[in-house]
């Protein structure tokens, strides 16, 4: 029962540098998020995608890539990462868009 | 723009209270509205609402939505020191995006 996974965990990078998180559903979900949690801002959305082979922005995308070659994979990226970017980012998944929401665990990026 | 705000933004409260949290919504073409708890890790799923007027009931934790004045309430009775966490409430829409309000920090202290 793996349901969301996200890799990795933790992660400590330096201005400039770049990096991918993994998400990966074992669900067969067909959506799938990118969401970016600060303190007191709640969770707010980076990208998503309604299927594999697309993908779109939500409410705060500058700064980051998605691809979603597979099915059950999501990744984001960083190209030049930035100090603002430290952030909690969690994954999720749900086989349509209007019920139950599922979560990664969540990885801590802290960008120095 | 799509547009979820809770209230209050945090609570402080004694072992056995009672409290309500509110979540008020502006959404163009809504679906549903999703109710999630989280404490150290990702958001747990406690609730979701499609209907107006329906209670939908878990133990000692309670919501319903109000679909013509646009908000849901999530109630807790005979609170316990478990209940401590974060309250996040979602809606979806016709856009396929889950929205979240930035939560409500609930302490309950012993």
């Known amino acids: 029962n793996a349901g969301v996974t996200q890799t990795p965990k933790f992660r400590v990078l330096k201005t400039g540098q770049s990096m991918t998180l993994l998400c990966a559903q074992d669900?067969?979900?067909?959506?799938m998020y990118w969401y970016r949690q600060d303190p007191g801002m709640g969770l707010r959305l980076i990208h998503y995608s309604v299927g594999e082979g697309t993908t779109a922005k939500g409410e705060v995308p500058d700064g980051y890539n998605v691809s979603r070659l597979k099915k059950q994979n999501f990744l984001l990226g960083l190209e030049s990462a930035a100090p603002s970017q430290t952030s909690v980012y969690f994954c999720?998944?749900?086989?349509?868009?209007?019920?139950?929401?599922?979560f990664g665990e969540g990885s801590r990026l802290t960008v120095l | 723009e799509d547009k979820v705000v809770q209230s209050p933004l945090s609570l402080v409260v004694h072992e056995g209270d009672t409290v309500t949290l509110n979540c008020s919504y502006e959404?163009?073409?809504?679906?549903?509205l999703l109710w999630y708890k989280q404490e150290k890790k990702a958001p747990t799923f406690l609730f979701m609402l499609?209907?107006?007027?329906i209670e939908k009931k878990s133990g000692r934790l309670s919501s319903i939505l109000d679909k013509k004045e646009l908000f849901s309430i999530l109630n807790i009775t005979a609170t316990q020191t478990g209940d401590s966490a974060v309250y996040l409430c979602?809606?979806?829409?016709?856009?396929?995006?889950?929205?979240f309000g930035t939560g409500t920090r609930l302490k309950v202290l012993a």
């Open positions: 669900m067969n979900h067909e959506y």
């Open positions: 959404v163009t073409n809504f679906r549903s």
């Open positions: 979602a809606t979806t829409s016709g856009t396929y995006k889950y929205i």
């Open positions: 499609t209907s107006s007027g």
């Open positions: 999720a998944s749900s086989t349509d868009f209007t019920g139950e929401l599922f």
